[in-house]
């Protein structure tokens, strides 16, 4: 079957967007919400919430829902590297980005691309794809172009290991602002290789800002999580959440 375009590959996503704008006429700047490998969980929501009230709209990209997966396909497939990584999930956002365009309550040159986990993979991975996005998404036009827009990236726990692309491509020339939560229990995508990447990222002249929080674990602000390796933590929570309204008020204005 022949590879899809970008558009045609973004209708098909559209039944997995959850959208929610604040009052008035827009156009707004966008959060754009990526999930972790076991699919779009209600804690996201919170996060919504608090980018809404700061004044922007959020997208919550279900990436299972358009594809007929379900939670725990999720966790037997794509937590295990089986099928959907990163590079190839990253054609959700270059979807999104090119539907974006199109809705007028959005400011497509004012984005915030938000990740966790598995999300951040996939964010970090469509950034460093550069030419070879089409390749690697099965999107024929798929094309860094799409991405110009993107004015800052929030990324929590991000898993940063093999195959993951940042730590030896860097982001081809892309320089949106970089936010992102790490865990110091961490035993799912741990500190090292998260921080490799964003250190390269630096060096690459990348403005870069970390919240390291020392007691928390993978999923720690995930409240309905089922891996005893998590712990859910309220009080770091809120402050992961505050962390996040800075950051979308500092890439976005």
Same mark, same amino acid.
């Given at each position: 079957m022949a590879a899809l375009t970008v558009a045609q590959h973004a209708a098909l996503l559209q039944r997995g967007l959850t959208v929610q704008k604040p009052f008035g006429p827009g156009p707004f700047p966008v959060v754009?919400?990526?999930?972790?490998?076991a699919g779009s969980q209600p804690f996201q929501k919170h996060y919504a919430a608090e980018a809404v009230k700061a004044g922007a709209a959020v997208v919550i990209i279900d990436s299972f829902k358009p594809r007929g997966m379900s939670r725990l396909d999720g966790s037997l497939f794509v937590c295990t590297g089986t099928t959907l990584r990163g590079a190839q999930r990253a054609a959700d956002l270059y979807a999104v980005l090119h539907w974006l365009k199109e809705q007028w309550w959005a400011d497509s040159s004012r984005i915030l691309a938000a990740g966790w986990s598995h999300g951040g993979w996939t964010i970090m991975d469509a950034l460093a794809q550069g030419e070879g996005a089409a390749r690697m998404t099965g999107l024929r036009d %798929?094309?860094?172009?799409?991405? &110009?827009? *993107?004015?800052?990236?929030?990324?929590?726990?991000?898993?940063a290991a093999y195959p993951s692309l940042t730590?030896?491509?860097?982001?081809?020339?892309?320089?949106? &602002? *970089?936010? %992102?939560?790490l865990c110091g229990r961490d035993?799912?995508?741990? *500190? &090292?290789?998260?921080?490799?990447?964003?250190?390269?990222?630096?060096?690459?002249?990348l403005d870069v800002d970390v919240l390291l929080l020392p007691e928390a674990t993978h999923a720690f602000d995930d409240d309905d999580a089922n891996d005893p390796r998590t712990r859910y933590r309220a009080d770091l929570s809120e402050q992961a959440r505050g962390y996040y309204v800075a950051a979308l008020r500092k890439a976005l204005g």
């Amino acid at each position: 079957m022949a590879a899809l375009t970008v558009a045609q590959h973004a209708a098909l996503l559209q039944r997995g967007l959850t959208v929610q704008k604040p009052f008035g006429p827009g156009p707004f700047p966008v959060v754009l919400q990526m999930h972790g490998c076991a699919g779009s969980q209600p804690f996201q929501k919170h996060y919504a919430a608090e980018a809404v009230k700061a004044g922007a709209a959020v997208v919550i990209i279900d990436s299972f829902k358009p594809r007929g997966m379900s939670r725990l396909d999720g966790s037997l497939f794509v937590c295990t590297g089986t099928t959907l990584r990163g590079a190839q999930r990253a054609a959700d956002l270059y979807a999104v980005l090119h539907w974006l365009k199109e809705q007028w309550w959005a400011d497509s040159s004012r984005i915030l691309a938000a990740g966790w986990s598995h999300g951040g993979w996939t964010i970090m991975d469509a950034l460093a794809q550069g030419e070879g996005a089409a390749r690697m998404t099965g999107l024929r036009d %798929a094309h860094p172009d799409l991405l &110009k827009g *993107v004015r800052g990236t929030f990324l929590v726990y991000p898993y940063a290991a093999y195959p993951s692309l940042t730590s030896s491509r860097g982001w081809n020339g892309m320089t949106p &602002k *970089v936010f %992102a939560v790490l865990c110091g229990r961490d035993q799912v995508t741990g *500190v &090292k290789y998260p921080q490799r990447s964003l250190d390269r990222l630096r060096r690459d002249g990348l403005d870069v800002d970390v919240l390291l929080l020392p007691e928390a674990t993978h999923a720690f602000d995930d409240d309905d999580a089922n891996d005893p390796r998590t712990r859910y933590r309220a009080d770091l929570s809120e402050q992961a959440r505050g962390y996040y309204v800075a950051a979308l008020r500092k890439a976005l204005g």
